[in-house]
């Protein structure tokens, strides 16, 4: 059963000041693998003991998770897997300034909460300006994985980042989805959705050399297409920085 909380409510628009990799790991120099909305962990935990080469962090705005995700982190004794507390789309973006050339090498958001109706558009993980934070820490070639169990879910997620143009799908990749996780590591989730044989829709994108677009342009263009009712005759595209 999925936990929503509204990331729109006061408490959860409080900015954070999350901790350098320096303060985080103990060789903070290891490439970086960020999972936005992380959830009890168990995706992280496993794949921390598998890629002990990376660093491994997972933010997600449920405090109490958090906490049992980092009790058994300790548990297992891994010091190169963190969990954090915060609104990605609050928190995340000066974090992700702030970080080394090169450090963040690949980055998940894996089955986020299903606020599909457009009035809720604002309460999605993935909005614009985190969209391009990750686009700016993430050098050419680098990664970036969604899915979801949820078609109009992840459809909206898709459109943005195609919108930016700031990411492509590998040249070997099936289309429109991929029918296994290139990651080999499941979620809680995606383990449940297996076993009732649902249908996963997944992408890998990459990040391509195309500069980041202006946000506000994006977001423009943004709310064209997700709002059609709205939409103008012919909507602008974003312009490059």
């Not at 628009?13 to 120099?29: E, H, K, M, N």
């Not at 949820?150 to 590998?170: A, N, W, Y």
Request: charged share 25%; aromatic share 8%.
């Amino acid at each position: 059963m999925r936990q929503h909380v509204n990331p729109l409510s006061e408490y959860f628009q409080l900015p954070r000041d999350l901790p350098g990799p320096q303060d985080l790991f103990l060789q903070a120099d290891r490439p970086i693998h960020l999972d936005i909305g992380s959830a009890r962990g168990g995706f992280l935990l496993a794949l921390a003991e598998q890629q002990p080469q990376w660093n491994h962090l997972g933010v997600e705005i449920r405090h109490p998770l958090v906490r049992t995700a980092e009790q058994e982190r300790k548990q297992l004794g891994l010091h190169n897997l963190r969990f954090l507390f915060c609104n990605a789309n609050i928190s995340l973006e000066s974090w992700l300034t702030n970080l080394p050339q090169d450090r963040l090498q690949r980055a998940s958001i894996q089955f986020p909460d299903p606020w599909f109706k457009r009035r809720h558009r604002k309460r999605r993980v993935l909005q614009p300006s985190l969209l391009l934070a990750l686009a700016g820490a993430l050098q050419q070639g680098r990664e970036l994985f969604i899915q979801s169990d949820v078609l109009s879910v992840i459809q909206p997620m898709v459109r943005l980042i195609e919108l930016s143009r700031c990411f492509e799908r590998p040249a070997k990749q099936a289309d429109p989805w991929l029918q296994t996780n290139p990651l080999a590591i499941s979620t809680e989730r995606e383990r449940y959705a297996l076993e009732r044989e649902l249908p996963i829709y997944r992408v890998l994108y990459r990040r391509n050399s195309q500069a980041c677009p202006i946000l506000g342009k994006l977001e423009e263009t943004w709310h064209q297409i997700d709002n059609p009712a709205d939409a103008l005759t012919h909507p602008t595209n974003p312009t490059e920085c």
